[in-house]
T-cell receptor, first 114, second 114 residues
Framework: GAGVSQSPSNKVTEKGKDVELRCDPI?????LYWYRQSLGQGLEFLIY????????KSGLPSDRFSAERTGGSVSTLTIQRTQQEDSAVYLC????????????FGPGTRLTVT | AQSVAQPEDQVNVAEGNPLTVKCTYS??????LFWYVQYPNRGLQFLLK??????LVKGSYGFEAEFNKSQTSFHLKKPSALVSDSALYFC????????????FGAGTTVTVRA
């Protein structure tokens, strides 16, 4: 079946511009996660959505970052007033509900802020 | 807080030789441990997980991992490496209280030479 999809695959933007990154999880997965993969920083957790519960935003690095999940499916990660340090690969993952379930990752969006 | 350490940035082995990628973890409760692999320009792919039960876990592509509670380790192994196993490998842990968050190691680049 279809895996997690993300768009765009690459995004180049100028410093100070806003960007939106999209994630389509696997159908039937109720949990959705965003991570950031930076050179030299490894993978860091950003935000978690589970069903209709309030999201866990504890990993968002600043108030310039926000995310929504509409209808329990598609999610959008928005970065306002982008900075060069925001350059990274943004990964989305989804899983069935249940803590031990493995997360399935999308191919990522490579964001470059010039 | 939970954390994962992958002490080797790089592992180089000859094709046909055994491959081991090391991982140690630190959590305050019982860990759920995962291995993921990332091929160039691809998203993370799930390899295997340890939740409970047998300490030796078998996963995709002939990989296995051994959970050692006393040494807080979860090393990834493959008896006979293939050139196609060359990739970036990540160990990850989930543990109470924030069970849904994956904490990743920094990653180990595996190069298998023909």
């Amino acid at each position: 079946g279809a895996g997690v999809s993300q768009s765009p695959s690459n995004k180049v933007t100028e410093k100070g511009k806003d960007v939106e990154l999209r994630c389509d999880p696997i159908s039937g997965h109720t949990a959705l996660y965003w991570y950031r993969q930076s050179l030299g920083q490894g993978l860091e957790f950003l935000i978690y959505f589970q069903g209709n519960s309030a999201p866990d935003k504890s990993g968002l690095p600043s108030d310039r970052f926000s995310a929504e999940r509409t209808g329990g499916s598609v999610s959008t990660l928005t970065i306002q007033r982008t900075q060069q340090e925001d350059s990274a690969v943004y990964l989305c993952a989804s899983s069935f509900s249940g803590i031990p379930e493995e997360q399935y990752f999308g191919p990522g969006t490579r964001l470059t802020v010039t | 807080a939970q954390s994962v350490a992958q002490p080797e940035d790089q592992v180089n082995v000859a094709e046909g030789n055994p491959l081991t990628v090391k991982c140690t973890y630190s959590v305050s409760g019982n860990p759920y441990l995962f291995w993921y692999v990332q091929y160039p320009n691809r998203g993370l792919q799930f390899l295997l997980k340890y939740i409970t039960g047998d300490n030796l876990v078998k996963g995709s592509y002939g990989f296995e991992a051994e959970f050692n509670k006393s040494q807080t380790s979860f090393h990834l192994k493959k008896p006979s490496a293939l050139v196609s196993d060359s990739a970036l490998y990540f160990c990850a842990v989930r543990a109470p209280p924030n069970d849904y968050k994956l904490s990743f190691g920094a990653g180990t680049t595996v190069t298998v030479r023909a």
